[in-house]
């Protein structure tokens, strides 16, 4: 009888051990691993797809029910996405919350209430990135809190605009400015909401005040008809998923420090540089129509009808997919990649900075906003300090070509048109590769490296086109062309 326990026994620990060994092959961490991804990138893409059924949860269940039920589901699914994500470092959003909160509530409607928000929160935002910085691209804490912390600002500034005259308001301030006093709860729903907490988009609080109240569906008094426009874009985020996990093995950021690259020839260090610098960023375009797809399906993304009636669904899009594709221009890119995050800036930072007078040191001044809320490494301020140059350069030759006549009938055959797409689109994603590199790599030890070994091509290619045009604008553009412009 002994024995025959004793071999119960034995039998039931050796069950246990192998279902030990089972829940361990099936971790998040093996799981990862075998897909050739780290745990935190595996949790980053469960989240996001997420988003799917707690948007179904809420579509079937509560869209139509009382707000304070709305502002709890959003609060509880957004904490825990959070948890999932970065366990007890929730608190770091928790205390920002409440603490914009107690601004909002103790300063009021005052310009001391937003620039306390405003120093507050990127102060917060820049000493998570300080003590949480490595060399290498992390998934922590600080990376959703860069979104809530432009969140936070946006609704101190429209805090305080609604308190403002109406008639002192620019159209687009009077749309977002906010003229109740907005609660603790609805300040948690806002900011935790499951479809834009991790990645964005951006949308403000009326926006989100709207979805709450059931005012954003094509149908009034039913659940909004957007199952379709959403799965379209969840398709076309898992076309770029797909995309991006076959091909990530292959082209990395690492390689461009190896000395298998420095040892290529130049023209197969660009090129590599180019294919890289498109690929790279395939990563945003898929989590941003993910989260969209979802913001879609709740609702978030109604965003009214067009002249023909037709519902239009673009209010969280923050990808103009066929525009990234095929415009040749670096201003294209700039506005048809995260849209959201632009416009932000664009409302709640450039066209602030209006009393300076000059609208190229408020961009410059806004491109340094977006280096340091991305982050504090060197790798950040070369990326935007060469978007500002290029930006700057391609305005320049634009606006050559379009007054010198020669110039203008050249570009204007339409046979040659194919060979101009074909080189503006090198051109474009070559120096798109080489102001991510930076971007990438981070540590200027690193994208140093990079760019020595293609001879700074960016750097000297486009300062020697800001000195060089307007000499040749002078010797090209006729006379009357310069007249008729100053009158």
């Known amino acids: 009888m002994a024995s025959s326990a004793e071999g119960d026994e034995g039998t039931v620990v050796a069950l246990a051990g192998v279902l030990q060994s089972g829940f361990q092959e099936l971790s998040l961490n093996k799981l990862a691993t075998s897909l050739g991804a780290s745990e935190q990138a595996l949790r980053l893409i469960i989240s996001i797809f997420l988003g799917y059924p707690f948007a179904l949860f809420y579509r079937h269940y509560l869209f139509y029910k009382e707000s304070y039920l709305i502002h709890l589901y959003h609060t509880f699914t957004g904490l825990s996405i959070a948890y ?74 429209d805090y305080f605009d609604g308190g403002k005259d109406q008639n002192s308001l620019s159209s687009e301030q009077q749309k977002y400015a906010i003229r109740g006093v907005p609660s603790l709860l609805e300040v948690a729903g806002f900011s935790y909401f499951y479809g834009a907490f991790l990645v964005g988009p951006q949308f403000s609080m009326n926006h989100y005040m709207k979805l709450v109240q059931g005012e954003l569906t094509d149908i009034p008094g039913k659940i909004p008809n957007s199952t379709i426009p959403a799965l379209k874009r969840l398709s076309l985020g898992l076309f770029y998923l797909v995309g991006y996990t076959l091909l990530s093995p292959h082209i990395t950021e690492d390689y461009l420090l190896t000395e298998d690259y420095d040892n290529h020839p130049f023209w197969f260090r660009c090129m590599y540089m180019l294919i890289w610098g498109k690929f790279v960023l395939y990563k945003y375009v898929t989590c941003w129509l993910v989260t969209e797809g979802v913001c879609i399906l709740t609702g978030l993304g109604f965003n009214g009808f067009e002249e023909k009636g037709k519902a239009k669904w673009d209010a969280c899009a923050n990808m103009k997919v066929w525009l990234f594709e095929t415009n040749p221009r670096f201003t294209g890119t700039i506005a048809s990649f995260n849209i959201n995050t632009n416009a932000w800036v664009a409302r709640y930072f450039f066209k602030r900075l209006k009393f300076l007078g000059n609208k190229e040191l408020s961009q410059g001044l806004s491109l340094l ?21 290029i930006v700057i350069v391609e305005r320049q030759a634009a606006r050559l070509i379009q007054q010198s006549p020669t110039l203008n009938n050249l570009a204007a055959i339409t046979a040659l048109q194919p060979f101009y797409y074909l080189v503006q689109q090198t051109i474009h994603w070559l120096f798109m590769g080489y102001s991510m590199t930076a971007f990438c790599l981070f540590t200027w030890d690193k994208w140093l490296k990079v760019y020595k070994s293609v001879y700074f091509l960016g750097h000297v290619f486009f300062l020697s086109l800001l000195f060089i045009l307007p000499y040749v604008h002078k010797a090209m553009v006729p006379r009357k062309e310069k007249l008729k412009k100053m009158e």
């Open 84 to 157: 999932f994500n970065f366990g007890n470092q929730l608190y770091h959003s928790l205390l920002c919350i409440v603490l914009q909160f107690l601004i909002l509530r103790l300063m009021g409607r005052t310009i001391t209430a937003v620039l306390t928000t405003f120093c507050f929160q990127m102060a917060y935002l820049l000493a998570g990135y300080y003590y949480t910085a490595t060399g290498n691209y992390d998934i922590k804490w600080t990376m959703p809190h860069c979104v809530l912390t432009l969140k936070l600002i946006g609704l101190a500034v």
């Open 369 to 389: 906003f977006l280096a340091l809320w991305h982050g504090l490494h060197s790798g950040y301020l070369v990326c935007f300090q060469m978007e500002f140059l």
